[in-house]
């Protein structure tokens, strides 16, 4: 198994912040052409038929589906094989993909033409110079520092503006910390797009590409490099990483706080500090009193699309050393391990030094019911959302059910999903069989090292 997959030599500090990620080689299938005509056909059956024979995890597939298009045959194809080899293909919604990216381009026939790059970015084929990863943001450290005046407690270090203190009644109403907390967190964009922008323009005096300049349009036109510009497209892909630990913290601290007035703010700042030790009452108010999102609450909706919406405006505000925008990502890889280490207590009542929530899933205690999961999801605004999300489901399916009723109903909640507006699904497996046979154990490891299992779903006969 392991001599096919692809590993980078690399430091063991990208060992730990990507979880033995491999090179994220990606296929796309499906979808529609160019001028909107059905893009599935014969070979698109047989690459899914060799991504059920190898069952590997490298190169990342990823399927394509337009509402109305594609048929319905395909999707349960996709559900098929995806249960078969218990994590793959990545499955993606054609609409609000086109949707979200068409803020950086204006030719529908480009948009039809996308296809993801590494984990689930949208990539415009063969006329875009995307560079989908090039930057990570842990949105947590800026509710860190807007808790603490633009101190960051972990390091040990003054590093943002001075936006108040919690402790000397510094924030009359919700907004106004909303606002500190968009101060931090514009203040971290800026510096991490300025240092990107400073590592682009030295790549693109040490590393032109010629060759690769050659494969996609645009450059030869331009008489320019495509690490210089020269491309049809030219945009720099962010993810952001701790999406519902930030927003359920946010919903905690406005409802306990400000609407119900049932705690002060010193009071949860002292229990975050002391890891809610002395005050487990709190404790178990912000973790059982309060809506999160994926709980089905529209208030959680809301405060998560303003949040994306921020995000999203610091960094359109920004150009890249190529002219072109940053597109925002809301998947994680394994960086939410990693950052998750590096930050104490949140209001939401997430423990010091815990992962955070992978990707744009919902935390596991917002709701029972994977339904609600999956409507918040779905109900996120795709323009805040260029780089793509990660929503991947644990799927536990009844030992009683067969695998025609277990494909039928994942394929009921990807139309579902898809229907009501969602951009990406993927579904890890687990079951007994899985759990008999040892490698396949390792490969769910593989698979969820690389950052996305969150939600575990119960299937019931």
Known sequence: MANAEHYNLVPDVANYLFGGSQSETAITIGGVTPDGQDAVND??????????MLSLNDPNMNARFKLGVNSDTYLKRLCEVNFITVATPSMHNDDAVIESFRQNSEKIEDLRDWAATGCVEITLSGKHMSHTGATSTNMVAGLEMALNNGYHPLMNWHLGPKTGRPENDDFKCFDDFFDAFAAQQRFIIDHTTRLNNMAGEAYAYLRPTPLLSTAIRGAIGNALDVTRGGALYNTSGTFNIGLSDVVDSLLVIKKLIFDDKTVTFKELKQAIDTNFENDPGLH????????????????????????????????????????????????????????????????????????????ATPHPSASNNFLDNMRDVARHNPRNMDNNIAFNVKLVPSAHDTREKTVDTMYSYVKSYFEQGGMQMQFNMVNSEVLRMPWRILKITEICSCGFPDTTLILCT
């Open 284 to 359: 178990a108010r912000a973790m059982k009193k309060v809506p999160r999102f994926g709980s089905g609450s529209d208030e959680a909706v809301e405060m998560a699309n303003r949040v994306t919406s921020m995000i999203h405006a610091c960094y359109k505000a920004i150009k890249n050393f190529r002219g072109g925008d940053y597109t925002v990502g809301f998947w994680s890889v394994a960086q939410h391990v990693a950052y998750g280490s590096l930050s104490g207590a949140l209001p939401s009542g997430r423990l010091a030094y815990q992962p955070f929530t992978p990707g």
């Open 43 to 52: 070979m698109t059956y047989i690459f899914l038929k060799v991504t059920e």
